[in-house]
């Protein structure tokens, strides 16, 4: 059944985990839910608990053991569940390509810019009688960005590590599964992209209209295959760094929850204000039900 109760406390803040995060550590009173929405089946089942004294809910976006294909993953379920779970603020943990000489192998950047590629995924919960147009001309919560990136630097000046924090960047999702051509690569670069991945796209923009602040922590696997200098992108050298980024990448989670604000005032807090543009009275009771969770403050 649908789960719609929110969790009790301030803040409530989701994780999705992106290849090689399938899990989190310290979480304590752990419950695990499963979520059937309107849109489907998400990726996993949801893991609820407390990590110091945020909520927190986790979910692996390509399921535990790595099933699902970043095309396959069913967006709209997981920010669907994530809505009806009472998550206000959404961490995402994606691998990708550099683009750049300075982005190495290893290190993270924090994302404030998309370019969408991708193709045949849903990427808006409206439609069956209610239209809605949300802002997204900044996708990314400054404030969770900000947090993210003061923890990033924190857990990379701990020990011997050989990584560097970017702040700022635009990750360009493609569809996949494949990796890029050379020529496309290249085209990319000249684009004036930063980084290259297959899963913040429609993520971000169903996160944007269930009123959910978003922001990506992008763990750099490899130079993409324009790099003369390196070997072509390959999943075994990915997966290499995916395993050395893994504890990395959970170690600036459990740093940045300890920066969110108490409170949800952030870009998206009020994203649907004045974004539904169907008149309420016309808007069917079936898609009115459906959507209860995202667009019930603005139907009473």
């Not at 609820?48 to 379920?77: C, I, K, Q, T």
């Not at 009806?84 to 000489?101: E, F, K």
């Not at 009020?270 to 603005?298: C, F, H, M, W």
Request: with cysteine; proline share 4%.
């Amino acid at each position: 059944m649908v789960h719609r109760a929110r969790i009790m406390g301030n803040r409530v803040i989701g994780v999705i985990g992106g290849s090689g995060v399938y899990d989190l550590d310290g979480l304590h009173d752990v419950q695990e839910i499963s979520v059937d929405t309107p849109f489907g089946a998400p990726s996993d089942a949801f893991i609820r608990g407390r990590l110091g004294d945020a909520d927190l809910v986790f979910l692996s976006r390509h399921g535990r053991g790595h099933r699902v294909l970043p095309h396959e993953v069913n967006y709209a379920a997981n920010i669907y569940g994530m809505k009806s779970l009472g998550v206000d603020w959404l961490l995402s943990i994606s691998a990708v390509g550099s683009m750049r000489v300075d982005v190495r192998p290893g290190d993270v950047l924090i994302v404030d810019q998309y370019i969408d590629r991708t193709h045949g995924r849903r990427n808006t919960f409206f439609g069956d009688g209610v239209a809605a147009h949300v802002g997204f001309g900044d996708p990314v919560s400054p404030l969770l960005s900000e947090a993210l990136h003061a923890a990033a630097v924190e857990c990379a000046g701990k020990g011997d590590r050989d990584v560097r924090v970017h702040r700022g960047g635009t990750l360009l999702v493609i569809n996949g599964p494949q990796f890029s051509t050379r020529a496309e690569s290249n085209m990319y670069r000249k684009q004036g992209v930063d980084v290259i991945g297959m899963t913040a796209m429609p993520e971000a923009k169903l996160a944007r209209e269930a009123e959910i602040s978003y922001a990506t922590l992008a763990l750099s696997t490899d130079y993409d295959c324009w790099h003369e200098g390196e070997d072509d992108v390959s999943v075994e050298a990915v997966m290499e760094i995916v395993r050395k980024n893994a504890q990395f990448a959970r170690e600036i989670i459990a740093a940045t929850v300890t920066r969110v604000p108490a409170t949800h005032d952030c870009i998206a807090a009020n994203a649907l204000a004045g974004a539904i543009v169907t008149d309420r009275k016309l808007i069917p009771e079936q898609t009115v039900s459906r959507l209860q969770p995202i667009i019930g403050r603005y139907l009473s």
